[in-house]
């Protein structure tokens, strides 16, 4: 950092200087308000990189009263969804200028949300992301009367807690609807783990597709989200072949259900069509590659951090978010074979 002709840390005033603006407007730019010039940035923004400005945030919090910090409380960060939407939630958040303090937890328990939230509580924070994709974490966050903002990412939310989401029960339906525009008629689901409030959104989807083509929704497998558990499901369904098509609950289990099918010779998609969900980076590259359900969760980080900012700086009723996912056509789909 360089240090003022006055041999200390440069401030806001020596931008000002530097500029040839008011301090006012460099705590426009620096605040990313949206009443400064394009010109008038660029100048804030030279004499900033040029004397090494840092912005003083104890300074800052005192005048506030925020810490700026978003809490982020998640879990089964092992798995890519809630990794990948963890990423999306630490780059937007850090994009509006907020730290992030995050508690992964172990187990999910009534007990270690509170126990997480009554330490986002001491650290001040103005709002708290919470990314634990139970069906029952709402509950829990809702009989606490937190009174800071809270997102629950996975959730619609309710009146006191907003939700960010991924139509996880629409993505289904476009897998599901795409194999029956195809002409398959016994379509099977392997699902993931029921207590996930994701897998049973899917289940229902796949479901709904099928009721609506009025076909039977019998054959549901349940998984745990692992490459192992769909190879075992891919070796029962390799012995009975009762199915032609296969909608897996995420890319990981399809993974299985692929290596199952190839040790019993059963050729994808010319015997069994395969749609995944996810799109992983190496879904494209499986054998063959993998049609898939695409979830944005970069989008899905940046939306669910301007719900949080609404409720930070506007005071702004809970509220509810939906992100749309997308059909990706690859090679694990084909019509049936006659």
């Known amino acids: 950092m360089t240090r003022s002709s006055k041999g200390r840390m440069p401030r806001l005033e020596d931008v000002a200087g530097v500029?040839?603006?008011?301090?006012?407007?460099?705590?426009?730019v620096i605040n990313n308000h949206p009443n400064v010039?394009?010109?008038?940035?660029?100048?804030?923004?030279?004499?900033?990189?040029?004397?090494?400005?840092?912005?003083?945030?104890?300074?800052?919090?005192?005048?506030?009263?925020?810490?700026?910090?978003?809490?982020?409380?998640?879990?089964?960060?092992?798995?890519?969804g809630p990794a990948h939407t963890l990423l999306g939630v630490e780059q937007a958040a850090r994009n509006a200028g907020y730290f992030v303090s995050i508690v992964a937890l172990r187990e999910v328990t009534k007990e270690g949300i509170l126990?997480?939230?009554?330490?986002?509580?001491?650290?001040?924070?103005?709002?708290?992301?919470?990314l634990v994709p139970h069906a029952d974490t709402v509950r829990a966050l809702e009989e606490m009367n937190l009174s800071v903002p809270v997102v629950a990412v996975g959730s619609p939310g309710n009146s006191t807690v907003s939700g960010a989401m991924v139509d996880q029960r629409h993505g289904a339906r476009l897998a599901v609807e795409h194999l029956i525009k195809?002409?398959?008629?016994?379509?099977?689901?392997?699902?993931?783990?029921?207590?996930?409030?994701?897998?049973?959104?899917?289940?229902?989807?796949?479901?709904e597709a099928l009721r609506d083509a009025c076909l039977h929704d019998?054959?549901?497998?349940?998984?745990?989200?692992?490459?192992?558990?769909?190879?075992?499901?891919?070796?029962?369904?390799?012995?009975?072949?009762?199915?032609t098509a296969l909608f897996v609950g995420n890319d990981q289990m399809?993974?299985?259900?692929?290596?199952?099918?190839?040790?019993?010779?059963?050729?994808?998609p010319h015997e069994v069509s395969i749609v995944g969900f996810d799109d992983q980076p190496e879904?494209?590259?499986?054998?063959?590659?993998?049609?898939t359900v695409r979830q944005d969760f970069e989008e899905l980080g940046r939306r669910c951090v301007d719900v949080m900012l609404r409720g930070i700086q506007a005071g702004a009723d809970a509220s509810s978010i939906?992100?749309?996912?997308?059909?990706?056509?690859?090679?694990?789909?084909?019509?049936?074979?006659?």
């Open 115 to 130: 126990n997480a939230v009554s330490h986002f509580t001491d650290q001040a924070v103005d709002g708290m992301v919470v």
């Open 254 to 268: 399809a993974l299985g259900v692929l290596r199952a099918f190839a040790e019993r010779n059963i050729r994808v």
């Open 322 to 338: 939906v992100v749309t996912p997308q059909l990706v056509l690859r090679a694990s789909t084909t019509p049936p074979e006659s």
């Open 182 to 207: 195809l002409g398959h008629r016994k379509i099977a689901h392997v699902c993931g783990p029921p207590r996930w409030t994701d897998s049973g959104e899917r289940a229902a989807g796949w479901r």
């Open 19 to 28: 500029a040839g603006v008011s301090h006012q407007t460099v705590s426009r």
């Open 283 to 291: 879904s494209g590259y499986f054998t063959p590659p993998l049609t």
């Open 37 to 80: 010039s394009k010109a008038t940035r660029e100048k804030v923004e030279l004499a900033i990189t040029e004397l090494g400005y840092r912005r003083n945030t104890a300074a800052r919090s005192l005048v506030t009263r925020r810490s700026q910090t978003i809490g982020v409380l998640a879990s089964e960060l092992s798995q890519y």
């Open 218 to 243: 019998q054959l549901l497998f349940e998984g745990d989200w692992s490459a192992g558990s769909g190879y075992e499901i891919g070796q029962k369904l390799a012995a009975e072949r009762q199915v």
